[in-house]
Nanobody
Framework: QVQVVESGGGLVQAGGSLRLSCAAS????????MGWYRQAPGKQRELVAT???????NYADAVKGRFTISRDNSKNMAYLQMNSLKIEDTAVYYC?????????????WGQGTQVTVSS
């Protein structure tokens, strides 16, 4: 079984910064892609950023230049550095990890961490 746990959310003023962390644990061989997604009230979950095991990154247009995704393969962790936060960044942020297991690679989601940006 695989567990994914996010941390680092909170309340921040517009223009401020937050750093989210994602930790994957359990029984798996390795983690391929890791990613951050978010869901605002009344909206669908959307991609924020992804990173491959080799470090190739992909960002949503809305966060390019403000957010940076990174990972530490030795610790099975991913991070999301969020700078110049805007009110519209308010959402629950979810981490996803594609973990290689005995029966194939499966995506595991965390429970989410709330990020609230105030004016």
């Amino acid at each position: 079984q695989v567990q994914v746990v996010e941390s680092g959310g909170g309340l921040v003023q517009a223009g401020g910064s937050l750093r989210l962390s994602c930790a994957a644990s359990g029984r798996f061989f390795s983690i391929a892609e890791m990613g951050w997604y978010r869901q605002a009230p009344g909206k669908q979950r959307e991609l924020v950023a992804t990173i491959s095991r080799g470090g190739r990154t992909n960002y949503a247009d809305a966060v390019k230049g403000r957010f940076t995704i990174s990972r530490d393969n030795s610790k099975n962790m991913a991070y999301l550095q969020m700078n110049s936060l805007k009110i519209e960044d308010t959402a629950v942020y979810y981490c996803a990890a594609d973990c290689g297991q005995t029966d194939g690679t499966r995506r595991t989601w965390g429970q989410g961490t709330q990020v609230t940006v105030s004016s």
